[in-house]
């Protein structure tokens, strides 16, 4: 007798404590992961995160004076979107959504030297993949794009991000990874890749719409703005009616600055009011159970 199986087998979503379970083993996992594995991952992430970026940049470009402030944004978070989603689907890693193997050292599956380990060649590998897209963007003279005017974008944003005072970029940077992991939360609830895209699409907008800061996504924006500061042509300068002096934040100490303030809050959004808030309400039961096993 042939058997029919349900239509709903395969698209039928995680519950939460299963989300929970799912996110802590995918830890566990991506931690054990070798040395030249994660950081070639760590650069595909920052390679696709430059891609949201771009994305986002030419998204913007034309939409002063002609969009309401609002809605500009919000386009743009829509296609920086594509960055998390070619993470999640095309299998790469970005440091800010390992903040999430947090789950899995507070069940006692990680030990810290792990976890801090993978979160540094991630990050590295990050850093090295937005760096070089941005290098390659330079060297297409994408910033010529628009009359000069996706350049402009780019230098712009690039400079509102280094001028950010230490604290403020540590809260945006609290934001901004609240929601990125929330954006993987809610993909693991769910098997199906089109879902899992939708799914992680509203997060993801939001952050870029409200301003908040992505260490990954600014080592690109940043990165992309120092060099065309540094290696525009003349031609680039006059058609978009500027001087380089303009931007006196965009220089490396900004950068810096920039990525470590943005760094150390996305850590804490991410471990503390993703990673921690779900272990607490899912997870800790099942460490105590364990414990009280052994």
């Known amino acids: 007798m042939e058997s029919h199986s349900s239509p709903l087998i395969g698209i039928e979503g995680r519950l ?3 989300i929970a379970a ?3 083993g ?8 070798d040395t030249v594995t994660l ?3 760590g650069v595909l992430g920052g390679a696709f995160i430059a891609f949201g970026a771009i994305f986002s940049t030419v998204a913007l470009t034309g939409a002063e004076g002609a969009l ?3 809605l500009a944004r919000v386009i743009a978070g829509l296609a920086f979107a594509l960055g998390l989603g070619l993470v999640l689907l095309g299998g790469a890693q970005i440091f800010t959504g390992d903040v999430l193997m947090v789950m899995a050292w507070a069940s006692g ?3 810290l030297p792990r976890i ?3 979160w540094a060649l991630v990050w590295i590998g990050n850093l090295a993949g937005a760096v070089g897209t941005a290098l390659l963007v330079l060297l297409a003279e994408h910033h010529m794009n628009g009359g000069g005017q996706v350049g402009v974008v780019a230098l712009r944003t690039a400079e509102a991000k280094a001028a950010l005072p230490f604290g403020k970029a540590v809260i945006l940077g609290v934001l901004c990874n609240t929601l990125v992991c929330l954006a993987v939360w809610l993909s693991l609830s769910s098997r199906p890749p089109a879902h899992r895209l939708i799914l992680l699409t509203l997060p993801i907008a939001a952050f870029v719409a409200a301003g908040f800061e992505h260490a990954v996504a600014n080592m690109y924006y940043i990165s992309i703005g120092l060099m065309i500061k540094a290696r525009a042509a003349e031609t680039f300068w006059q058609a978009a009616q500027l001087q380089p002096t303009v931007f006196s934040h965009l220089d490396l100490a900004g950068f810096a600055r920039n990525i470590a303030a943005v760094t150390i809050g996305n850590v804490i959004g991410g471990a503390v009011f993703v990673a921690g808030v779900y272990w607490l309400l899912y997870r800790r039961s099942s460490m105590l159970f364990g ?3 052994r």
């Open 16 to 18: 939460p404590p299963e």
């Open 22 to 24: 799912k996110a802590e």
């Open 26 to 33: 995918d830890g566990v996992a991506k931690a054990g992961q």
């Open 39 to 41: 950081l070639v991952l």
């Open 68 to 70: 309401p402030y609002g």
């Open 109 to 111: 599956r990680l030990a």
């Open 116 to 118: 801090l380990r993978a």
């Open 291 to 293: 414990s009280l096993r």
